[in-house]
């Protein structure tokens, strides 16, 4: 199948790429079918490319290579529906926002993405966290450029 992105070109994928949303995205709920693009081999973050349209790509970023302590569970009939257990974890993923400075890139930790891949299915879930942020600051232990120019 071709899909025509405006981020990537025109790119060849087969239907075990694709990602079905059937609620959805918040925001985007007639869009119901992504392909999900890594960025580089082991690289935390990815892309969630719209197979319909060519303008609609989301950057994802795998929480846990940033946020240890990131953890949630998700309600039973979640885990039915998509079909993930712990003999079938799910892969999770959070939505960010790329700031005009890298280091104020965000993450939606409250609206995490739940993936079973080998289902092909997936639902963004909005958790009922307060501790968690819908601009959580991914880099937010950087050093400012102050500091860094201070020298010793």
Do not use: C
């Amino acid at each position: 199948m071709k899909i025509d992105t405006t981020r990537f070109g025109t790119l060849e994928v087969s239907e075990k790429q694709i990602i079905h949303f059937p609620e959805g995205i918040p925001g985007f709920l007639n869009e119901k079918a992504f392909v999900h693009l890594p960025h580089e081999p082991e690289s935390p973050f990815s892309f969630l490319q719209s197979t319909m349209e060519a303008n609609l790509s989301f950057l994802l970023v795998n929480p846990f290579a940033f946020i240890q302590d990131y953890e949630f569970s998700l309600e039973e009939k979640v885990t039915e529906e998509l079909g993930v257990s712990e003999e079938n974890p799910p892969q999770v993923f959070v939505i960010a926002t790329v700031r005009e400075n890298i280091k104020d890139m965000s993450v939606n930790l409250l609206a995490p993405i739940v993936v079973n891949e080998s289902k092909g299915i997936a639902r963004q879930v909005i958790l009922d966290k307060p501790e968690y942020a819908i601009r959580h600051r991914l880099f937010a232990d950087a050093a400012s450029p102050e500091a860094s120019e201070g020298g010793v």
